[in-house]
């Protein structure tokens, strides 16, 4: 089963809130996703609907900037 993980690091003034997103859409804990609000998803295992643009939404009391898109390709 294989694993895919993904990381990001922010600066700014805390608190920072994460939200990670597959193709747009905000993605939760459960099943194989764990860490879709902090600053470290992973995928275990994944699985074939996985694949898509995966991209992270940082915020603070300034406002939010989302990150440069990976891509997880299955």
Same mark, same amino acid.
């Given at each position: 089963?294989?694993?895919?993980?993904?990381?990001?690091?922010?600066?700014?003034?805390?608190?920072?809130?994460?939200?990670?997103?597959?193709?747009?859409?905000?993605?939760?804990?459960?099943?194989?996703?764990?860490?879709?609000?902090?600053?470290?998803?992973?995928?275990?295992?994944?699985? $074939?609907?996985?694949?898509?643009?995966?991209?992270?939404?940082?915020?603070?009391?300034?406002?939010?900037?989302?990150? $440069?898109?990976?891509?997880?390709?299955?």
């Amino acid at each position: 089963h294989d694993t895919a993980t993904f990381s990001v690091v922010a600066v700014g003034t805390g608190p920072l809130s994460y939200q990670w997103r597959r193709s747009g859409l905000a993605l939760s804990d459960g099943g194989n996703i764990v860490g879709s609000q902090t600053t470290m998803l992973v995928i275990s295992p994944v699985q $074939t609907g996985d694949a898509g643009a995966i991209d992270v939404i940082v915020t603070n009391s300034c406002g939010s900037v989302t990150s $440069t898109v990976g891509l997880l390709i299955i």
